[in-house]
């Protein structure tokens, strides 16, 4: 079963950054699909970020040019490295991975950018 932990959230104030991460365990295999999503509150769960294979990148429009999605040394670990924060970031961020047609979510961790 793989387990993803994040971590990294907190509280930033408006054109601040911050660096979330994500680590997989739970599996011996290397997961090709890992990425970001966020729920603000009384919104959807939507995309932030994804990660295909090594180095191919996907960014929702909101963050394209202030996030960037990276891996990490380890094996299925990610990160997201947050710049130039707006309060519409405030939001808890889920890591997501995607292994053997099955999705994975993290527990979230609460971003919170003040303006």
């Known amino acids: 079963q793989v387990q993803l932990v994040e971590s990294g959230g907190g509280l930033a104030q408006a054109g601040g950054s911050l660096r979330l991460s994500c680590a997989a365990s739970?599996?011996?295999?290397?997961?090709?699909?890992m990425g970001w999503y966020r729920q603000a509150p009384g919104k959807q769960r939507a995309v932030v970020a994804l990660?295909?294979?090594?180095?191919?990148?996907r960014y929702a429009d909101s963050v394209e040019g202030r996030f960037t999605i990276v891996r990490g040394n380890a094996r299925n670990t990610a990160y997201l490295q947050m710049n130039n924060l707006t309060p519409e970031d405030t939001a808890v961020y889920y890591c997501?991975?995607?292994?053997?047609?099955?999705?994975?979510w993290g527990q979230g961790t609460q971003v919170t950018v003040s303006s």
């Open positions: 739970g599996t011996s295999s290397v997961i090709n699909l």
């Open positions: 990660l295909l294979g090594p180095t191919v990148e």
């Open positions: 997501h991975a995607q292994l053997d047609g099955v999705t994975y």
